[in-house]
């Protein structure tokens, strides 16, 4: 693995990496942000995100279910075990309409949110017990 060193002082003007740029800091944070923004952008331009921790798992798991859909993927039914109240479904949806969807969900609680979303989506809603 390389290390990447950037001096503050990298170019013949005197100005840091950052400042030339249009960073007035000089601090090494800078520098690594800096980098770390373009770095990101330049992957992003090959059709990569580049990220640390997604916010919530649901992030992570709809990039994954995008990805699938990208190579052809098309599920004819999904179901969603533990369903909730359905911000799986509703997200899975988004990306695989055409998808038939089964809701299974033990709170009885959660079945009047449930019983719509279902009406909504073409989805069946089970209780299980």
Not at 43 to 66: C, E, I, K, Q, W
Request: with cysteine; aromatic share 12%; glycine share 6%.
């Amino acid at each position: 693995m390389a290390n990447l060193h950037v001096s503050e002082k990298s170019n013949a003007s005197g100005y840091g990496l950052p400042e030339a740029f249009g960073f007035p800091l000089r601090s090494h944070t800078c520098t690594f942000i800096f980098m770390r923004h373009h770095v990101k952008k330049l992957l992003r331009s090959f059709g990569y995100d580049l990220s640390r921790v997604p916010a919530n798992r649901f992030d992570v798991t709809a990039d994954a279910l995008s990805l699938l859909q990208s190579f052809g993927y098309a599920p004819r039914v999904i179901v969603d075990a533990g369903a909730n109240m359905g911000d799986w479904t509703r997200m899975a949806f988004s990306i695989f309409p055409g998808a038939t969807y089964h809701l299974i969900e033990p709170q009885l609680g959660c079945h009047a949110s449930l019983r719509s979303l279902a009406q909504e989506y073409r989805a069946t809603c089970t209780r299980s017990r």
